[in-house]
């Protein structure tokens, strides 16, 4: 019996979930370490497992080793506390990053036009490329990437304040092309170092140059985005599919999460457009009167945030389940109001909102349980 408890919880230990070591990062192997050896204690202390001594000491140096070694050569988190000091980190070099980018805006625009042209174009054209080699210089001495990912955002900041305060200097006409080079430096940047925020603001810039450059080849002001807010439904859907399939394919541990990235931002470029036309009902490609095609919209982002959340669930993609929940919450609201704000007093449309809610929290708890089942 013993023996047999000893190999499910060593199976349980290197198998659980059908997740392959190879598919996972250091931190997700260390997370898994702890939360093994944090099982088997409970297990042991339920009477349900039963190890000899040699067993346990030998399971304990396997575990301790190997944690010791993943954060010799990782610098991974280890224990709860760790993870919460790191979390800690990553909100203070994202908000630090920040920061620096509203002090550079901040410099620039109460110096720059005290000096001589020559400098300003010098200044604006080195100061990316230097944080960029700084970035480059911090993420070789730090394995944690805080200090690169600190001034890897502020690099992004100044080349985007670099093409917009060159051209205002030299009194260039404004281009749409800015979000496209914006775009891909942020990508670069993002992907060279694994850095999911650079990585969000360079897709930003690529999902608006989309928009910017459709309205430019109409003859239209390019910062006009709320034109043709359709053509972000399509750029969205393409983000979103590119993401999936670049995860599906990479397995590299820097870009593990990347994906999600991809698949948040895809939607929100979805979502926003039908809520704006569900709202307004113009402007659209749709060859029908404004309120039908608010309802349209209306309908259709019920569905399709639907949609969003049973993939979420079939796949485990947790960002598309709550963003697609989230909007889902937001049609459906719109479209009662539609329905029965003028027809009933407001407590029971309020009361019916509330017994709504809840019928979606039933709902939501039986699908739960049937992929437990499947699990």
Known sequence: MARGAWNTAL???????????????????????????????????????????????????????????????????????????SLGMKIASALGGLALCVAVVLFFQRYLGTWPTEMQAGVLAMLPIGLTVGAEFAARRERTLYYAALLSIVAFAAFVANLALLGAIFNMAPTPNALLVWGLFGLALAYHFGLRIVLAAGLVSLLGWVIAATNLWRGWWWWEFERRPEELIG?????????????????????????????????????????????????????????????????????????????????????????????????????????????????????????????????????????????
């Open 235 to 375: 750029a969205g859907l393409l983000v979103a599919v590119i993401g999936t399939a670049a995860g599906a394919r990479a397995r590299h541990a820097r870009f593990h999460d990347f994906p999600q990235i991809y698949r948040l931002l895809g939607l929100l470029a979805i979502f926003f457009p039908m809520l704006y036309l569900s709202a307004d009902g113009l402007p659209s490609y749709l060859p029908w009167e404004p309120s039908s095609v608010k309802t349209f919209y209306q309908m259709a982002g019920v569905v399709v945030s639907g949609i969003a959340v049973w993939i979420g669930v079939r796949q485990s993609w947790s960002e598309v389940t709550n963003t697609g929940t989230l909007f889902f919450a937001i049609f459906l609201f719109f479209r009662l109001v539609e329905w029965w704000w003028d027809s009933m007093p407001t407590y029971l449309f309020f009361l019916l909102l509330g017994g709504i809610a809840i019928g979606l929290v039933a709902i939501f708890k039986r699908l739960r349980a049937r992929t437990r089942s499947l699990a």
């Open 11 to 85: 199976n349980w230990g290197r198998h659980s979930h059908s997740v392959k070591l190879e598919a996972m990062t250091p931190q997700e192997r260390a997370d898994r370490l702890r939360v093994f050896r944090e099982e088997l204690a409970a297990l042991e202390s339920e009477g349900a497992l039963e190890l000899s001594a040699g067993q346990r000491a030998g399971l304990d140096a396997h575990v301790a080793k190997t944690l010791a070694g993943l954060a010799d050569s990782h610098d991974v988190d280890t224990t709860e506390s760790q993870r919460h000091i």
